[in-house]
């Protein structure tokens, strides 16, 4: 059992950056692959950006990539999810996810074990 918690959300004006970060339960942290997803009102939940294990693999929804940075610190358990360059339609629930499948099928298959409660991100235009 994993258990993720976010922080880090808030409201930002367009152009302005955020960092959210995801705490995770457990002493197996380093053995899932770990995502962000979003889920803006009257959508579906989409993916946002994926990690491997390692740290040393990412991988970015089109919509985000040159913008955001997934990174992860396996001795403290946690995720992060740098934002940039932030625009009015980046605002959703983000959501921290964790899975026992690889980084990639996370960002294809939506692959996920666990998920967090979600923190809002509202950026005004």
């Known amino acids: 059992q994993v258990q993720l918690v976010e922080s880090g959300g808030g409201l930002v004006q367009a152009g302005g950056s955020l960092r959210l970060s995801c705490a995770a339960s457990g002493r197996t942290f380093s053995s899932y692959a770990m995502g962000w997803f979003r889920q803006a009102p009257g959508k579906e939940r989409e993916f946002v950006a994926a990690?491997?294990?390692?740290?040393?693999?990412?991988y970015y929804a089109d919509s985000v990539k040159g913008r955001f940075t997934i990174s992860r610190d396996n001795a403290k358990n946690t995720v992060y999810l740098q934002m940039n360059s932030l625009k009015p339609e980046d605002t959703a629930v983000y959501y921290c996810?964790?899975?026992?499948?690889?980084?990639?099928?996370?960002?294809?298959?939506?692959?996920?074990?666990?998920w967090g409660q979600g923190t809002q991100v509202t950026v005004s235009s």
């Open positions: 996810a964790a899975g026992r499948g690889t980084y990639q099928s996370m960002g294809v298959t939506s692959d996920v074990d666990y």
């Open positions: 990690i491997s294990r390692s740290g040393a693999s990412t």
